[in-house]
């Protein structure tokens, strides 16, 4: 069956360090990959895309990595600050669909001060 | 750049009513534009595909004639829930591509419409 899996629902980590999430998927081919931010409330805001011939994509303080021999991408915000405090969410741009997106779960990141 | 309006964000309603939300890219010109809807804790799902001047696309599961959808300018999509129910309760999310991006274009979010139904 097709699955898009992220790491954990929930990470803690303390301001300053680097956050590492995690997505995995299994029976999809993806042309691209996406990551979003989502504020409680709010709708997703898009941060970094990834085609599948690509890496890695850096972004000032965000770096995604993708490899399609794992069926996996990284995702790392270095020097986090509580203003990094979100749920994050991968998705998977799918070839010959129109664009639509599959989601993951998310998972919620908490920066302690 | 990029923005999508979403409007209402928040509906209280009484079970049996019909709720429009519409959803408008504000800055940029949308062929298409996709309808989630997301429970608590919960990722979100995708519920149909709207696309400028033709029927929406509805994904497995749901009802086409319960979610009516209307893609009827560049601009502007709008979801109506129609004889709304208590279990149709939720966050309603659009979102748009700009015209002429597919795989290489984010989608642009707005920023739902919580519905509760009583």
């Known amino acids: 069956s097709q699955k898009i899996e992220q790491n954990s629902e929930a990470l803690n980590i303390q301001e300053g360090k680097t956050a590492t999430l995690t997505c995995n998927y299994t029976n999809y081919s993806p042309a691209y990959l996406q990551w979003y931010r989502q504020d409680p409330g709010r709708g997703p805001v898009f941060l970094l895309l990834i085609r599948e011939n690509e890496k890695e994509k850096r972004k000032e303080r965000l770096k995604v990595t993708f490899d399609t021999t794992l069926k996996q991408s990284l995702f790392h915000i270095t020097a986090s600050q509580p203003a990094d405090s979100a749920t994050y969410l991968c998705?998977?741009?799918?070839?010959?669909?129109?664009?639509?997106?599959?989601f993951g779960q998310g998972t919620e990141l908490s920066v302690k001060p | 750049g990029a923005v999508v309006s979403q409007h209402p964000s928040w509906v209280i309603c009484k079970s049996g009513t019909s709720v429009k939300i519409e959803c408008r890219s504000l800055?940029?010109?949308?062929?298409?534009m996709f309808w989630y809807r997301q429970f608590p804790k919960q990722s979100l799902m995708l519920m149909a595909t709207?696309?400028?001047?033709?029927?929406?696309?509805?994904e497995q599961g749901v009802e086409k004639d319960k979610f009516l959808i209307n893609h009827a300018s560049l601009t502007l999509s709008t979801l109506t829930v129609t004889s709304a129910h208590p279990e149709d309760s939720s966050f309603y999310i659009c979102?748009?591509?700009?015209?002429?991006?597919?795989?290489?274009?984010?989608?642009?979010f707005g920023d739902g419409t919580r519905l509760s139904i009583l």
């Open positions: 979102s748009a591509r700009a015209t002429g991006g597919v795989g290489n274009q984010p989608q642009h």
């Open positions: 998705a998977l741009d799918l070839y010959n669909q129109g664009g639509k997106l599959i």
């Open positions: 709207s696309n400028e001047g033709s029927k929406a696309t509805y």
């Open positions: 800055d940029f010109q949308a062929t298409t």
